[in-house]
């Protein structure tokens, strides 16, 4: 007897028969587009965002001259807090906001207002403040600052190769007994105090004077008392004109000796 035939089916796979096309290639960048592509736009993005940054948010400087010895020493990169008394519009003087005001002590960076170049000084005299300098020492509304010796014969080489003989002293100014003390200032019973260099037989005409600080205006002046070309020279500066305060060293380099880091100086607090 005849066995049944079993059908067969074959299961084929769906193949595509259609060989697949090579993906369309443009043509080669030439090296100029390369340039661009690799270097220009990362950089300009790079920009576009550090810039308002350092514009309103926080910045660093380099100090090029001694007139801050013997807190900040040429080579000293400084970091600025641009946010400690409130937020700009990027590139302008325009407040979005206000939250403190500067006080006296404090150490900050500003538009010079004879020529425009960025200084660093300390707050010395408030708005409505009189300041008078007798001799190097300082009367601030009648209150006479507190001086003590720390060193009384030190060299001082500045950068331009100018050679001094300097007393340093530690000077305790009265700081506003309505505001809190200042930031990154030594502050103990209402007495904020910090070093200064004076130079052996100070010169008359920076040494003495009398000024009154006008609304929204303040008194700067340079802990180096006899080299620093500050509010007795430049006149006072106005709030619009600072752009931060600066408690911190953040790096160091000595130009004295090729540049050679000052490791000790790193993240310090300024006083």
């Known amino acids: 007897m005849p066995l049944p035939r079993l059908s067969r089916f074959r299961l084929r796979s769906s193949r595509s028969r259609t060989a697949s096309k090579p993906e369309a290639k443009g043509p080669p960048k030439t090296a100029a ?16 965002i550090l810039t308002p ?55 900050v960076t500003f538009k010079s207002p004879a020529d425009g170049q960025r200084l660093v000084k300390r707050i010395i005299g408030l708005p409505g403040d009189r300041i008078e300098l007798r001799g190097n020492r300082l009367v601030i509304n009648g209150r006479m600052a507190s001086y003590s010796t720390v060193a009384a014969d030190v060299p001082m080489h500045l950068s331009d190769g100018q050679r001094f003989r300097v007393v340093v002293e530690e000077e305790s100014l009265p700081p506003s007994l309505t505001s809190d003390p200042p930031e990154g200032v030594e502050c103990d019973d209402q007495v904020c105090r910090h070093a200064l260099s004076l130079v052996s037989g100070a010169r008359s005409d920076v040494s003495s004077g009398v000024w009154t600080v006008p609304a929204g205006h303040y008194f700067m002046m340079g802990d180096n008392r006899d080299l620093s070309r500050d509010s007795r020279m430049i006149g006072f500066v106005p709030v619009e004109s600072i752009y931060g305060r600066s408690s911190y060293v953040a790096l160091s380099v000595d130009p004295e000796e090729s540049y050679m880091p000052r490791f000790g100086r790193w993240f310090s607090r300024m006083k």
Do not use: C
């Open 33 to 48: 587009q390369k340039f661009l592509h690799n270097w220009v736009l990362p950089l300009a993005l790079a920009f576009a």
């Open 53 to 107: 940054i350092r514009s309103s948010i926080a910045d660093w400087n380099d100090v090029p001259s001694g007139s801050m010895r013997p807190t900040i020493l040429e080579g000293d990169r400084i970091y600025v807090n641009k946010l400690a008394y409130g937020l700009r519009v990027p590139f302008t003087t325009m407040w979005v906001a206000r939250w403190d005001e500067p006080k006296r002590g404090e150490i």
